[in-house]
Nanobody, 125 residues
Framework: EVQLVESGGGLVQAGGSLTLSCAGT????????IGWFRQAPGKEREGVGC????????YYANSVKGRFTISIDNAKNTVYLQMNNLKPDDTAVYYC??????????????????WGQGTQVTVAA
């Protein structure tokens, strides 16, 4: 059974940093593209960034480009989302998602088959 578990959320002041983790179990981690998404209160879920497992390429939404970075620790089956210079608009529940298409480098939610339960990030002004 594919499972994704996010952690690392919390409350941070604007301008601060957080690192989210997404631990994967039950699947061949190397063969799955990973995406990060978020959903703010009253808003639709949106893509944040994703990483291809073919060559490690990353893609980020314009709203987070230059501030967020995705990395992977294959030994730990864990994907990280390093978030710097956080803004109140970054407040949301953050989800990781996995898809058994290693070359996927898109933030199309419908393409991701497996989702974690989410972790709350709150950025205070």
């Amino acid at each position: 059974e594919v499972q994704l578990v996010e952690s690392g959320g919390g409350l941070v002041q604007a301008g601060g940093s957080l690192t989210l983790s997404c631990a994967g179990t039950g699947f061949a981690f190397d063969d799955y593209a990973i995406g990060w998404f978020r959903q703010a209160p009253g808003k639709e879920r949106e893509g944040v960034g994703c990483i291809s497992r073919l060559d490690g390429s990353t893609y980020y939404a314009n709203s987070v480009k230059g501030r967020f970075t995705i990395s992977i620790d294959n030994a730990k089956n864990t994907v990280y989302l390093q978030m710097n210079n956080l803004k109140p608009d970054d407040t949301a529940v953050y989800y990781c998602a996995a898809e058994p298409t290693p070359g996927l480098l898109r933030l199309w939610m419908s393409r991701y088959s497996f989702w974690g339960q989410g972790t709350q990030v709150t950025v205070a002004a």
